[in-house]
């Protein structure tokens, strides 16, 4: 019997072992492209040709203030936080709002509207980019931030990942919060919206990284450079500084930063909040 555990012991260890050597090749094959923009950004043009160019010999920090600097790449940095972020606030306000109705208030024609929010999930934007161009062109929108900004303050995905987050909430609490006398913005604020805060989360994260990068609608919506985003200022990296691919590497690391820093941050909320729901609804 002793040998018998043992043997089963010394499997179980050897199984253990080789999914750690397993997840760390992943890692290692997932993670050598950002170690290689790391080198290369630190490397001159004359070095970039040698074979040692990654080799970690020293830390240079040069090129970021030229990636900043001349290649603007700080105007576009910010440019992409405002847009985001506001991207973010309406989203999840227009989210929460309408999953806590399509969740719990009967009205006429949720059913339909349900199936509307649904139905727009498989339309690409693609599909209505003309017509909003064309709207916000109308407007006299051209060049502004809330051109960048409006065309995705309603999300339906959103919206349906809200409406399943609130049907997972126990029936039970809502009805002791009516009789406690609140109303339905007072049971969204005390009540429902605590319960679903890795929802929320999760929802501002995925609404960050979708709106930081967007290429096509900025593009269209932007004439001033001034007013372009991340994405767009990495195309006109190569016309700013030339073949320099240390600062276009550099300004590639500092357009990633804030996703990576998001990503590692909110990781569990990320996962928690993408399966909430998915059980229940």
């Known amino acids: 019997m002793a040998a018998d555990a043992k043997r089963i012991e010394l499997a179980a260890g050897s199984k253990l072992v080789a999914r ?5 090749l992943v890692a290692a094959i997932v993670l050598f492209p950002v170690y290689a923009a790391v080198m290369v950004a630190q490397k001159s043009l004359t070095e970039l040709g040698s074979l040692d160019v990654l080799v970690p010999d020293r830390i240079d920090l040069g090129s970021v ?13 910010v440019n992409s936080a405002v847009v985001s972020v506001a991207i973010v606030i309406g989203q999840v306000v227009t989210s929460v709002l309408a999953g806590y109705a399509l969740a719990f208030l009967d009205f006429t024609g949720r059913r339909a509207l349900l199936a509307a929010v649904a139905a727009s999930l498989i339309i690409p934007f693609e599909v209505t980019v003309v017509v909003n ?5 109308q407007l006299g929108g051209v060049d502004t931030y809330w051109a960048l ?9 959103g919206i349906f990942l809200m409406r399943q987050a609130f049907l997972g909430i126990p029936r039970d609490l809502l009805d002791a919060a009516v009789v406690d006398g609140y109303g339905h913005l007072g049971i969204l604020r005390s009540v429902a919206l605590p319960l679903v805060r890795s929802t929320v989360a999760a ?23 001034d007013r372009r985003t991340v994405q767009i200022g990495l195309k ?16 590639t690391l500092l357009a990633t930063i804030p996703i990576l820093v998001l990503l590692v941050v909110f990781e569990r909320q990320l996962i928690r909040g993408l399966t909430a729901g998915s059980v229940k609804g």
């Open 20 to 24: 750690y050597l397993l997840l760390a």
């Open 65 to 77: 203030p030229t990636a900043l600097g001349e290649a603007r790449m700080g105007r576009y940095l």
């Open 133 to 137: 161009f064309e709207t916000v062109q």
């Open 149 to 157: 900004v409006l065309p995705f303050v309603a999300f339906p995905l």
């Open 203 to 225: 929802l501002s994260l995925f609404s960050f990284l979708l709106a930081w990068n967007q290429y096509l609608w900025p593009l269209l919506v932007t004439n001033r450079d």
């Open 236 to 251: 006109q990296l190569t016309g700013a500084v030339g073949p320099d691919l240390g600062v276009i590497m550099t300004a």
